[in-house]
């Protein structure tokens, strides 16, 4: 009966996501988001990867405490973020700040191997447990600075943050392929922007603001270890 309940609900959170869509399109440049995104969104089960009291939340359009003064990105915004990659079966992504697991696990659906790096040790270990869990296994989680990127899996063909830097970290730009996408948010506190980074087959980047955001920060240094 509970697993009917979040099911209808997460029906729910498909509607919300598709007219938040069609409101920021102007911004976003996107009216209606791809199809394989929606659905994966549609059966990844939300509820597993937030804190047990907000379970009965877990499908509302808006972001989650997590603990540690984090919170797992709202369902729209996993969506688009998600989106904007544009990711293909055979490509391999890096995520920086892995939470709970709930964006590794939407990006596993799409794509064949998840790099997923966490800086809290605690949000990491409970992570390991919850993926494992629900049976999650092309996800490779590391502890660390995610700010350094993960070069030894380096190059990817996408990158998403779930963290906002000042500027865009250029170890994150190096570990991008050719012909790959990296969606970060990015900016000072208050003024953060969610970046569309394309580098062509050449090398050569271009970057675009899509929509006014506000993430955690990421924790930066070219010294970043794990």
């Not at 069609?22 to 509820?47: I, P, T």
């Not at 939340?57 to 369902?75: F, N, R, W």
């Not at 605690?122 to 989680?141: T, V």
Request: hydrophobic share 40%.
């Amino acid at each position: 009966m509970e697993e009917q309940h979040f099911t209808a609900m997460r029906r729910g959170m498909i509607q919300h996501i598709t007219l938040h869509a069609a409101v920021v399109c102007d911004h976003s440049g996107k009216a209606a988001l791809d199809q394989r995104v929606m659905a994966v969104m549609g059966e990844v089960a939300r509820h597993e990867f937030v804190p047990h009291e907000y379970r009965g939340m877990a499908y509302e359009d808006h972001p989650l405490p997590i603990g540690y003064d984090k919170t797992v990105s709202q369902p729209f915004m996993v969506a688009l973020m998600t989106d904007l990659l544009e990711i293909e079966p055979h490509h391999r992504v890096l995520e920086i700040g892995t939470g709970l697991g709930y964006q590794a696990a939407v990006l596993s659906r799409l794509a064949e191997t998840v790099y997923s790096i966490e800086i809290i040790e605690e949000l990491h270990i409970e992570a390991q447990r919850r993926l494992k869990g629900q049976g999650y296994g092309n996800i490779e989680l590391r502890l660390g600075n995610g700010y350094g990127g993960w070069p030894e899996e380096a190059p990817f063909d996408a990158i998403i943050a779930t963290a906002a830097p000042d500027l865009i970290p250029p170890p994150l730009l190096q570990q991008l392929k050719p012909g790959g996408k990296m969606v970060i948010p990015a900016g000072i506190e208050d003024a953060q922007q969610l970046i569309e980074v394309v580098k062509d087959t050449q090398g050569r980047l271009k970057t675009r603001e899509v929509l006014a955001v506000r993430f955690s920060t990421m924790i930066a240094g070219d010294d970043a270890s794990f």
